[in-house]
């Protein structure tokens, strides 16, 4: 093979300005800097990187290990010697910082993060991170809310105080909220300020009132946590709604709180992929299977993707899963990762799979692809697989994936009981994933 | 990313910086926006399309990256992931070098992406002196220099050789 361009032509320092600029900002800032001593035409090189992201991994540890055994450090010099570099990189460097992150886990929050995002809101911000992994959440400046060229903003345990003046993002496209503290008419407010938005992640371990979104242009919505109520008011383009509970706050009092669910699926009419884990499929069926008169499961008519995590397949949740697929039209996949249920109620399960099994009245006239992941090779799992195989008119593929730490025998039982299984669809395959893959 | 075609079969021919010729499937070459702009103007795909600054050696293997990437479908970013990780995995420096002039040429952004990355990896951590000889960076520091430029950086120097 020729090769005209020989590698000594191509040494780092022939490469463009832009190329080198790229691969200084892919590395942690501390080896950028150190760059420097490389050769006077690298000395300032990485003083104009539009990137600055200052984590436990891009600086060089303010007290290593050996250090911390001779003289435990205090807070306050920990901070000090963390603050001390991020004021040199800020001093020295040039341009723009398009792109900010902090994210340290030993800074707490501190009266200096304020002058840090006074500076970026003079420097272009586009996209900001601001994470406070310890101690009291940081109450956030003015001046953030004057960085008027943000696309992107992502805060980690910060307080949210009414602007005195707000004029709104108009930039802003994704909003990544965790356990920030706002209130629910504030939240509201500042969402509609964000007309582009397209992107919100909201998490919070506090019973949060999530009602009244106003995000014409929202496209994917993911929240986690407990949530009082969850409404929308205008976001007729969510595509990707996705809602999980907080393992580390435990289980959901009372499945996942009591919501309007038909009225949340109407406020989302072309949803295309919903994804949901155990607590919140049961909180819907309490309530469209339980609750008051005139609850209903509207029909999901662009529904593509359905995936269900951490789901105890007890009867209701079957059932739900059932009717979710039968409202749900245009489905053409369904993933499931079941979570082993106890015994006590197993027989009821099967009784009620069985039931259904034999019941001519109704099929699964629309389901495509059925993706079974973490499968242990239970009894109830073994009839739910069952019941959809015996079911889909349509079905084309069923995907199991054993469960590694479950199975003895590489999941080759769940195969050859499943395999025994009656399928209405004649193209319906059955696909072994191995589980240590 | 996907892109949709209408016509599959639609092929087009490129030329190295040698002279080589690949013939290339349109919705392979869809995967650079250089080749998209051009094909979206006026370049009839029956025109052969050199690339004066690719030599054959990693065209090819550019082209290997955009089959890949423009076959597979966007659910399977797994098995792309695991791909992208094997393609460069025992690359040496200077087909790395030409891989990323010629995807920062061509436009293709995950490509350029993926190979600016393992540079800056095989940077990261190195001792300077190292990074020099891999990179061939000549040293036009005098001693005193060089140790006034760490020092100014002190910081980013500490346990560090």
């Known amino acids: 093979m020729k090769n005209m361009c020989g590698s000594t032509l191509n040494i780092i320092s022939d490469l463009p300005d832009t190329i080198i600029e790229k691969i200084l900002v892919l590395m942690p800032i501390r080896d950028a800097v150190r760059t420097s001593v490389l050769s006077k035409n690298w000395r300032f090189n990485w003083i104009n990187i539009p990137v600055l992201a200052f984590d436990d991994t891009s600086l060089v540890d303010p007290y290593p290990t050996f250090f911390r055994q001779l003289l435990p450090p205090d807070q306050l010099s920990i901070k000090n010697r963390l603050l001390a570099t991020i004021y040199h990189v800020l001093l020295l460097h040039r341009g723009p910082i398009l792109k900010f992150s902090l994210s340290i886990s030993e800074l707490k929050s501190c009266s200096e993060i304020d002058a840090l995002i006074s500076i970026l809101s003079n420097h272009g911000i586009q996209e900001l991170t601001l994470q406070i992994r310890k101690g009291d959440p940081h109450e956030l400046p003015q001046s953030l809310f004057s960085c008027q060229q943000l696309t992107y903003l992502n805060l980690h345990s910060c307080v949210f105080k009414r602007p005195t003046t707000f004029k709104g993002f108009p930039w802003v496209v994704c909003l990544e909220l965790r356990e920030v503290i706002i209130t629910a008419d504030l939240f509201e407010t500042f969402v509609s300020s964000c007309p582009l938005l397209e992107q919100l992640t909201f998490e919070s371990s506090s019973r949060f009132d999530f009602k009244g979104i106003d995000a014409p242009n929202l496209k994917v919505l993911s929240l986690m946590g407990i949530f009082k109520s969850i409404s929308v008011k205008n976001a007729p383009k969510v595509a ?41 499929l049961m909180s819907m069926f309490e309530e469209v299977c339980l609750g008051q008169v005139g609850q209903r499961l509207p029909t999901l008519w662009h529904l593509n993707i359905l995936e269900l995590s951490d789901v105890r397949l007890g009867k209701r949740v079957v059932g739900m899963i059932l009717k979710l697929i039968r409202h749900s039209p245009k489905l053409h996949k369904v993933i499931i990762k079941p979570i082993i249920t106890g015994d006590k109620n197993e027989a009821s399960v099967l009784k009620f799979c069985e039931a259904t099994l034999v019941s001519s009245k109704w099929h699964l006239n629309y ?71 | 990313m996907a892109s949709s075609i209408e016509n599959n079969n639609e092929k087009l021919t490129l030329k190295s910086s040698d002279g080589e010729e690949f013939l290339v499937e349109k919705h392979v070459a869809l995967q650079s926006t250089l080749l998209q702009n051009m094909l979206d103007s006026d370049c009839s795909s029956a025109d052969v399309i050199p690339l004066p600054k690719i030599d054959a050696r990693t065209l090819a293997l550019v082209l290997g990256y955009c089959k890949k990437h423009a076959d597979a479908s966007s659910s399977k970013q797994g098995e792309l992931n695991s791909f992208d990780s094997e393609f460069l995995k025992d690359m040496d420096m200077g087909a790395l070098f030409n891989l990323v002039l010629a995807a920062n040429f061509m436009e293709i952004k995950g490509l350029l992406d993926i190979a600016a990355q393992k540079i800056a990896d095989t940077i990261k951590d190195k001792p300077h002196q190292e990074v020099r000889e891999i990179f061939h960076v000549e040293n036009d520091y005098t001693p005193e220099e060089e140790a006034a430029v760490r020092e100014e950086n002190r910081w980013a120097f500490e346990g560090f050789p």
């Open chain 1, 367 to 437: 389901l495509r692809e059925v993706e079974m992941r973490l499968v242990s090779g239970t009894k109830i799992e073994l009839h739910f697989m069952k019941l959809l195989l015996a079911k889909s008119r349509v079905l084309e593929s069923m995907v199991v994936k054993p469960n590694p730490a479950k199975v003895s025998d590489g999941g080759l039982s769940i195969l050859k009981e499943l395999s025994q299984f009656q399928r209405l669809s004649p193209k319906a395959k059955i696909t072994y994933r191995d589980p240590n893959e």
């Open chain 1, 240 to 280: 990707n709604f996705s809602i999980h509970s907080k393992a580390s706050v435990g289980v959901v009092e009372g499945g996942g709180g009591k919501f309007d669910w038909a009225g949340l699926l109407d406020g989302l009419p072309v949803l295309r992929s919903l994804h949901m884990d155990g607590p919140y």
